[in-house]
Structures are given as C-alpha cells and as structure tokens.
T-cell receptor, first 115, second 112 residues
C-alpha cells in the first residue's frame, strides 16, 4: 500500500494550459504539504494544510490553488502554466504538523514539464 | 530566522570508505533535525531524526548523525559506503511550525 500517492507521475503540457495534480494519503495524518523541487534539487515548501485548513502559503503565485476536500487529500491546480513552473512537485503528509518531532512522508513526485 | 546549510553539493567516496555529509543549522529555538534520502526519480525517505535526549542518532542503512548544539551541526556519517548509498541527501529542521525547512541537498557518489 502506498502511503502518499500522487498522480500523475509525469505531466507534459503547453504554456497557458491549466493542470491538476492529485495527492492522497492513507496514513491518517492531519497535515499535508506541497513542495516544489527545482532543477538544482532545492526543495521549497509551497503550502501546508492542517485538517483541511490552509496554514502556510509561501508567497506562491495565485495561479497555484490547492484544494483539500478532506484531510486525506490535497490537490494542486495550476492555471496558465509558465515555463518556470517546470519542476518536480512533491506531496507530503505528517501526523501533526505543529508537533516538533513529526517527520514528513513524501509521495513519489510529479515531474511537470511546460513546453 | 531558521535555516539549514549543507556544505558541499557533491561528495564522492570510494566503496568501503567513510561517508561524511555536513549540515549546519540556524535556529532561535531548539530545533528538531532530520536527514532524508532521495533516490533517483523517487520521493524523500526519512533516514533518521533527532528530537531530544541522546545526541547520537542511529538511522536506517547504517547511517548515524550527531547533534552538536555548540557547533550548530548535525552531520551524517556511515562507516563504510556501499554502491547503493549513491543518492541525494537532505538535512532538514523543524522548529514547531507547520513546515520543515530543507537544506540544498548533497549528492553522494560512490566509486567502485
């Protein structure tokens, strides 16, 4: 059983399109995240949700809109895709985000390529 | 502000040699520290974590790390490198908020 699963694994699309990435966790965790990993492997948090509520929005352009229909799902919708959006996007979850020693569990990543 | 600095974006060792990946942190409150490993085309996997108590932490695959508050360091070591250890390694810290801050990563190469 995959703990944190995201789909699709690869996404190639043209500039200006709108796309979504889905994420589901079956760990019963309260907190979910989206991270962006650029071509230099740098990981930067985008969003953090706790029990379906947005906790952190790290100055991400409003073309990116996360949606959490329940605490097991956190989807990422991206409007008007730009070349600079090309990256690997990771979904993650943790048991309780505000607790110090809780580690994050990561999905396999979605490699987004905008052409 | 909290930050994590990993010294060396690339480290190359021979198989059987000592692995040492360096991590320094900056935090105004006691940090909780993590090491994650990322294999090619995979997500991140937790290697080990420091919370409180013993400063020498043992993780999976023979890795360990030592928390040194006086040096604000959390270096990762393994006595004998194996080819399967080749991967990207990330040091990370959490200070109780809803985000974990990651270092820039260190790519470990293992030569036969």
């Amino acid at each position: 059983d995959t703990a944190v699963s995201q789909t699709p694994k690869y996404l190639v699309t043209q500039m200006g399109n709108d796309k979504s990435i889905k994420c589901e966790q079956n760990l019963g965790h309260d907190t979910m995240y989206w991270y962006k990993q650029d071509s230099k492997k740098f990981l930067k948090i985008m969003f953090s949700y706790n029990n379906k509520e947005l906790i952190i929005n790290e100055t991400v352009p409003n073309r990116f809109s996360p949606k959490s229909p329940d605490k097991a799902h956190l989807n990422l919708h991206i409007n008007s895709l730009e070349l600079g959006d090309s990256a690997v996007y990771f979904c993650a979850s943790s048991q309780r985000g505000g607790v110090l020693n809780t580690e994050a569990f990561f999905g396999q990543g979605t490699r987004l390529t905008v052409v | 502000a909290q930050s994590v600095t990993q010294l060396g974006s690339h480290v190359s060792v021979s198989e059987g040699a000592l692995v040492l990946l360096r991590c320094n942190y900056s935090s105004s409150v006691p940090p909780y520290l993590f090491w994650y490993v990322q294999y090619p085309n995979q997500g991140l996997q937790l290697l080990l974590k420091y919370t409180t108590g013993a400063t020498l932490v043992k993780g999976i695959n023979g890795f360990e790390a030592e928390f040194k508050k006086s040096e604000t360091s959390f270096h990762l070591t393994k006595p004998s490198a194996h080819m399967s250890d080749a991967a990207e390694y990330f040091c990370a810290l959490n200070t109780g908020g809803f985000k974990t801050i990651f270092g820039a990563g260190t790519r470990l190469f293992v030569k036969a």
